[in-house]
């Protein structure tokens, strides 16, 4: 018998000492299925408190870094199928760290890169052995500057609010002026993801969907050029992008997914 075949042996063991013990106390029998659902919920729920003790971990050292102006070596993970988080790569990520804002209920830390000249942003979540960096005499390694717009250190006029409206969920581009039409009905979308930091700068009357004269807004943010097609997507003919530039780039990428979806619809439609 090889050592899988002893795993599956114990395995079944085990699942038939549970059922004995819950048929002889409670007087009734329970599936291995139910026996297997109990343990991946207990499994999971351990595995949830661990994420959030090193999440507690690495947001208390990299506070500590941010007040101390002292660099921070991490690994960066993602999750997998398991749900559990695994390094993304074996490279030891070192930075600058600047600041700490929450974006859509994830920590971020704004950072600059070793040996890069942008600004980063890291999930916090998705960060793991964080720790300070030391130099050969024990001393803090202190941060690195550099000449970035709007960049929080040494700025007591910094805006966490407005930073991060003009770095839609967190991208990494320069931000820059954009149209959007909207109807006057609907600005409760831009400020969900633009706050205040929004100005409404026209109005202009056009048809709708259904064919009759209506009045829209035109309204002016400054974000992220990039991050503005995908969000300009999810809300489908709510808003409409103005500037020309974006509006191909949102073509394309809607040429992109119609493509996907309709030859994944004709080899589904080949097997029946």
């Known amino acids: ?29 329970v599936t291995n299925l139910s026996i297997a659902q109990v343990k991946q919920k207990h499994g999971n729920v351990e595995r949830e408190n661990y994420n959030k003790t090193k999440f507690a971990e690495s947001l208390k050292t ?4 941010v007040n ?28 600058s760290p600047y600041h700490l804002v929450v974006y859509h209920d994830n920590y971020y830390c704004i950072g600059l890169k070793k040996g890069d000249t942008r600004v980063w942003h890291y999930r916090v979540d998705l960060m793991s052995d964080v720790e300070i960096v030391l130099d050969e005499e024990g001393k803090i390694v202190p941060v690195r500057i550099t000449d970035f717009e709007g960049l929080p ?3 007591a ?35 969900d993801w633009f706050g205040d930091h929004y100005e409404k700068v026209d109005e202009v009357t056009g048809a709708d969907d259904d064919g009759n004269e209506s009045r829209y807004d035109i309204v002016k943010v400054r974000t992220s050029p990039s991050m503005i097609v995908h969000w300009a997507m999810q809300y489908g003919n709510r808003v409409e992008i103005m500037d020309e530039e974006i509006r191909k780039r949102i073509i394309d990428e809607s040429r992109k997914v119609v493509a996907l979806h309709e030859a994944m619809y004709r080899e589904i439609s080949e097997l029946y």
């Open 1 to 29: 018998m090889d050592e899988q075949d002893l795993t599956s042996a114990k395995a079944k063991a085990i699942y038939k000492e549970i059922q004995d013990r819950v048929q002889e106390k409670y007087e009734f029998y």
């Open 62 to 65: 990299l506070q500590y870094a």
């Open 68 to 95: 101390n102006m002292a660099q921070v070596r991490f690994k960066f993970n993602r999750y997998n199928a398991d749900h559990e988080l695994v390094p993304t790569s074996e490279y030891i990520h070192e930075l």
């Open 153 to 155: 250190i040494f700025n």
């Open 157 to 191: 006029a910094w805006n966490p609010e407005k930073y991060m409206a003009e770095h839609l969920n967190m991208a990494y581009d320069k931000p820059r002026d954009i149209r959007i039409k909207i109807k006057d009905t609907d600005y409760t979308i831009i400020h």
